[in-house]
């Protein structure tokens, strides 16, 4: 530890508001001083932020004494996830700033930022700039960075075990190591809560060479532990579904009694459907608001400065509000559904009491028995410490392209120094210059086989041989396309009514929700210059955020749904909206979408399958669920930690096989898909499958008991018929789609117009069929496979599992449904069905069309 | 499971009492004239975007080549017809690849009868890979052109609109062909055309209505019924 002695001006104002340097606040002075880039890992509330600013401020206060006319230059860099956590720090620090009046400029740079400042900012620099990753991506593609960057002092990365795992870490890692080349003095610190991985996050932090090297961790001491309830409700509790909905009236009275709640959901359907249900029984009128990330950006910002000025009750939220941006004095958290991982629950817990002394208080509503048993594995977690996360991985090829793209738009840059540039960056210090070489190509290129595209080179070698690109419009087009977060193809959801009158918006009886609070203004209705499909013309008002066009698409006129907070009556897709009308409707027909769902965490799916197997420790769970789990005991058997249990049985005229890996959905779904082209070589007629968080169901129309299941579940299903499968799944187009965006081999925004986003599914799936036929081996096919077998398809999971279980595979033939598969098989239906369902379905509908033969045949 | 996903007991498809076979390629046979019609191949689609700075795969043409090849094999056409639309700009000429180019002459050459229609992308075909041009083409009682005309035009067999669609459900978009018995709009052919749904106003204004859609599905064409398409 440090004995460090704060300059007077910083000792006299903690003395001044009663407070001490913390020790970690200390050592990030000293790992500062001494060049040394540190990791700083302390609970929410513990004075983070500041410990990784002191450092700068106090270099800062030393330069500032020069008046008012001191020329600024940048000396610190603080880049976080959110655009509104800059915004946030910003105005933060602006108190210890102005109570030692201290002359340092501190401003923003987001994707928000106007161009006139964003010039100014170029020209005369802040001291401190706060910003996100795609706005560094950005500087490292512009001519003149070098000199802009030049005086850097200190980076500063927020909230970073949430960053690094995902390809925004990637794209953040390699232009921290563009940064340490043109600022090789500038010192870099981490801040997080949460961190699994401690050493790889140090690791991450810190340029590589030849040996591994690893940033300082600074540790905060840990703040009183968390208080943790799981809600055993004296309702029934559901099988399935992720609703809580049965658990609402205690959700509400807890609400009640609370100063401020902040209710956590895991995806946008759910926070309508919990906002809906939470309305229904608010009697009492409180102050309850929805936010998620499809709303409208202005509602949300009406909802966040509501929360701050203390006019709310309770806040309905996604992941939104899981990162450090404190918008209100929150004494409670309330996560309705399992939080699928400690890590993520911590986070969340942090939003509540932002006090070191006193503990923050949570309460847990499971939806459904299963979830029962995740919560109890959560608050376990929780209480040893035990953090889980996104492993960190090697880092992304299409990144690479996109940033190496980037950087030879900003300067020529011979690819020797570029190769030992990004491999500085830890996600990178095991790239094979091979690899890199080619990568290089392809965003030369496009690097095919066919040699076909010499003269469209959108990369070139200048007379010195060094990189740049081909021309003004390559770059301009290259930045307009920066950054790594491809969102879900969304359409506008607008109000609207038709032209000529007709019944106007319904006006909100007792128990309905407002539309949000406060409630927005009607906007000048305006005319679209055409509705397609429908002949009425339809005003149309206000817009109330965006949905995934996929699940509009599932839409009829007429259907109804829930958003923001309001059931609405879909009326039509028209340009790129989707207009809707206020519904009269109690119930909507449609009931959610579901985006953004999380996967179970390895960890927690271990601790739930060791409470699960061992009756000892059910005496914490509420006697339906402990009832459920010994009715399946004497029915079945168990799931023992070690293996997996199989089970067959009748039902309906149809066959099934359950079985329970306790691997998540997703590891589960690459499964299904791998079983069911097994059993059709075994000629056993699998018709579907559907998977959930712990098990996976598959059906078929002849008894699958005497399969051999060990041969059925070794482990080279992961061999070629993994291979011939991602030949056509679409969860491959989906990540190869990715990969041509972020690779830049497709571009989202062209200078003038957009390209809606229909189009580049569209394509994307041409041309990864034309790829894959024609060019297998082509870098951006191994760029998609290798995110598969990490994300969507959750491959390493799934190899994993069954090396796990290999020997092990205990397979039960019943009678009848067992008490373990119910859950699973209630998402028939509900949950999409895989495989030959495409074709069944065509086949089905045309089998319609034979019976009351076509109009014309 | 090809029994899950059962074929049709070959359900006859007509065009304004004309016999045709909507084939899973893409391209429809008119048995009575030994003849197949494509539509919309915009051949070296993928070059033009590289030339605009997308670098897609140099690949499409060759595809949309193979694929057409075979549909002409599989269905043993004498008379090929392509309806407009076949490369993708004035400029394909000048991209396409050598050994393209002379699959393709080759292709040409091996029926004894190939027609282009003028197409807007592409409204003087390159006359170097053979086969006659014509703005538009009476086959019986058809008629082949490559955009939909805006009146009633009964028989008429067209492209340009690229139509597909989605079964009511959980399915994906896919190509189809579009018909309510009187004329028909062929799917796009090119490996690299996209598609628009069939309840687009561009294709409702063309009949009137949601048509029916025959939808190449991954083993078979499926006849769809309009009430049946969601989108």
Redesign the interface.
Request: net charge negative; proline share 5%.
């Given at each position: 530890m440090s004995d460090l002695v704060l300059p007077s001006r910083f000792a006299r104002w903690f003395a001044a508001r009663g407070w001490q340097a913390r020790p970690h606040q200390l050592e990030m002075i000293e790992a500062a001083g001494k060049g040394e880039d540190a990791l700083l890992i302390a609970p929410t509330g513990g004075g983070k932020t500041l410990g990784g600013f002191l450092p700068s401020l106090i270099d800062l206060a030393d330069v500032a004494g020069g008046g008012p006319k001191r020329p600024h230059r940048l000396h610190t860099l603080y880049i976080s996830p959110l655009k509104a956590l800059s915004v946030d720090v910003a105005r933060n620090l602006m108190t210890p700033v102005a109570e030692m009046a201290l002359d340092i400029l501190i401003e923003t740079r987001t994707g928000d930022t106007p161009v006139s400042k964003r010039q100014r900012q170029r020209d005369r620099p802040p001291d401190i700039l706060l910003t996100t990753p795609e706005q560094l991506a950005l500087f490292c593609a512009s001519p003149n960075a070098r000199a802009f960057f030049g005086d850097l002092e200190r980076i500063i990365i927020d909230e970073i075990h949430a960053l690094a795992p995902q390809k925004r870490g990637d794209l953040l890692s390699l232009g921290l190591a563009t940064l340490a080349q043109w600022a090789p003095g500038a010192s870099r610190a981490g801040l997080s809560a949460t961190v699994s991985d401690e050493g790889g996050l140090a690791r991450w932090l810190t340029p590589q060479g030849e040996t591994p090297a690893f940033a300082r961790i600074v540790r905060g001491s840990e703040g009183p532990k968390p208080q943790i309830d799981i809600l055993s409700s004296t309702e029934r509790i559901p099988w399935s579904g992720h609703s809580a909905r049965h658990a609402m009236g205690e959700v509400y009275a807890a609400i009640k009694q609370a100063r401020l709640t902040l209710v956590f959901v895991n995806t946008r359907a759910q926070a309508e459907a919990t906002f809906q249900a939470l309305w229904r029984l608010n009697e009492d009128g409180l102050a309850i608001a929805l936010h998620h990330g499809s709303l409208a950006v202005e509602q949300r910002r009406k909802v966040e400065a509501a929360m701050a000025s203390g006019q709310l009750k309770a806040v309905v939220c996604t992941s939104t509000l899981d990162l450090g941006i404190d918008w209100g004095d929150v004494d409670l958290v309330i996560q309705m559904g399992a939080p699928k991982g400690s890590a993520r629950l911590i986070q969340r817990l942090g939003r509540s009491n932002h006090r070191l002394d006193e503990p923050s208080r949570a309460l847990l509503a499971p939806a459904n028995r299963f979830e029962h048993l995740e919560c109890e594995a959560a608050r376990a977690a929780v209480a040893e410490g035990v953090l889980d996360g996104e492993p960190l991985r090697a880092g992304a090829l299409d990144v690479l392209a996109q940033h190496i793209t980037g950087r030879a738009c900003g300067e020529a840059v011979s690819s020797d120094d570029l190769f030992a540039e990004v491999t500085q960056a830890a996600p990178y210090a095991g790239l094979a210059r091979s690899e890199f070489d080619r990568v290089l190509e392809f965003c030369s290129?496009?690097g095919?086989a066919?040699d076909?595209?010499e003269r469209?080179r959108?990369l070139i070698r200048n007379q010195d041989g060094l990189w740049q690109a081909r021309n003004a419009?390559?770059a301009q087009?290259h930045r307009m396309n920066v950054g790594t977060i491809i969102e879900a193809e969304m359409l506008r959801v607008v109000l609207s009514s038709p032209v000529n009158g007709g019944g106007g918006p319904r006006s909100g009886g007792g128990g309905t929700p407002p539309s949000s609070l406060p409630r927005l203004r009607e906007d000048k209705p305006r005319t679209p210059p055409?509705s397609?499909?429908r002949k009425t013309m339809r005003r149309w008002g206000r817009s109330l955020g965006e949905v995934e066009e996929w699940f509009l698409?599932?839409l009829?006129p007429g259907d109804t749904f829930v958003f923001a907070g309001q059931i609405l009556e879909f009326q039509g897709i028209s340009e790129n909206a989707a207009l809707v009308t206020r519904s009269s409707d109690s119930e909507p027909k449609v009931p959610s979408y579901n985006g953004g769902k999380f996967p179970l965490s390895t960890y927690l799916a271990k601790r739930v399958r060791e409470i699960a197997h061992d009756p000892a420790q059910w005496s914490v769970l509420p006697d339906q669920v402990r009832d459920w789990l010994t009715l399946q005991q004497e029915k079945s058997r168990l799931p023992q930690p070690d293996d997996l249990l199989v089970e067959t049985f009748p039902r309906g005229g149809k066959h099934y096989l359950v079985c329970y890996p306790f691997e998540g959905r997703l590891a589960h779904q690459s499964l299904g898909m791998l079983l069911t082209r097994r059993l059709?070589r075994l000629r056993m007629?699998?018709?579907g499958f559907v998977a959930n968080e712990y098990a996976l169901a598959v059906w078929g129309l002849r008894d699958l008991a005497g399969v051999d299941m060990d041969a059925l579940f070794s482990e080279d299903m992961l061999g070629d018929d993994l291979d011939a499968w991602l030949a056509?799944s679409?969860l491959m187009k989906r990540t190869f789609r990715q990969c041509a965006v972020i690779s830049g081999?497709?571009?989202r925004r062209f200078p003038g117009h957009e390209k809606t986003s229909r189009?580049v599914t569209?394509?994307a799936d041409?041309?990864y069929?034309?790829?894959r036929?024609?060019?297998p081996e082509?870098i951006l096919l191994q760029a998609a496979w290798r995110d598969a077998a990490t994300g969507l398809l959750d491959i390493r999971r799934l190899g994993e599992a069954l090396k796990r279980v290999k020997g092990n595979i205990h397979s039960i033939n019943l009678p009848r449904v067992s008490p373990l598969a119910v859950p699973v098989l209630l998402e028939i239906g509900r949950e999409?069905?895989y495989g030959?369902?495409?074709?069944?379905?065509?086949?089905d509908?045309?089998?319609?069309?034979?019976k009351?033969a076509?109009?014309?045949? | 499971m090809a029994e899950a996903a059962k074929k049709i007991e070959e359900p006859v498809c007509r065009v304004n009492g004309v016999t045709v076979v909507p084939h899973l390629s893409g391209a429809l046979y008119v048995p009575e004239f030994s003849a197949l019609l494509v539509a919309d191949l915009h051949l070296e689609k993928g070059s033009a975007f590289a030339a605009g700075g997308q670098l897609l795969p140099p690949y499409d043409t060759r595809k949309t080549i193979a694929r057409l090849s075979e549909a002409i094999t599989a269905c043993g056409a004498q008379t090929v017809i392509a309806l407009g639309d076949s490369f993708h700009d004035r400029d394909a000429d000048h991209r396409i690849h050598d050994e393209d180019a002379e699959t393709l002459a080759g292709l040409v050459r091996s029926v004894a009868d190939w027609i282009w229609i003028e197409g807007n992308h592409d409204p003087e075909p390159p006359a170097r890979f053979g086969g006659r041009t014509v703005p538009e083409l009476a086959l019986g009682g058809l008629m082949l052109r490559h955009e939909p005309s805006a009146e009633d035009a009964p028989g008429e067999i067209c492209g340009h609109l690229h139509p597909a669609a989605k079964v009511a459900g959980r399915g994906r978009r896919l190509r189809c062909f579009a018909t309510d018995g009187t004329r028909m709009i062929l799917p796009a052919f090119g490996a690299y055309a996209g598609g628009l749904s069939v309840r687009d106003a561009a294709i409702l204004s063309v009949f009137g209505r949601c048509p029916d859609a025959w939808v190449l599905g991954r083993d078979a064409v499926y006849p769809i019924p309009a009430k049946r398409i969601s989108g």
């Open positions: 290129t496009g095919y066919l076909n595209y469209f959108r419009r390559v087009r055409a397609g499909g698409e599932q009829v059709e007629r699998p018709a056509e679409p081999l497709i571009e189009q569209f394509s041409l041309i069929d034309v790829l036929e024609h060019d082509h999409p069905i030959e369902a495409q074709e069944s379905l065509l086949a509908a045309a089998d319609d069309l034979v009351d076509m109009a014309n045949g | -």
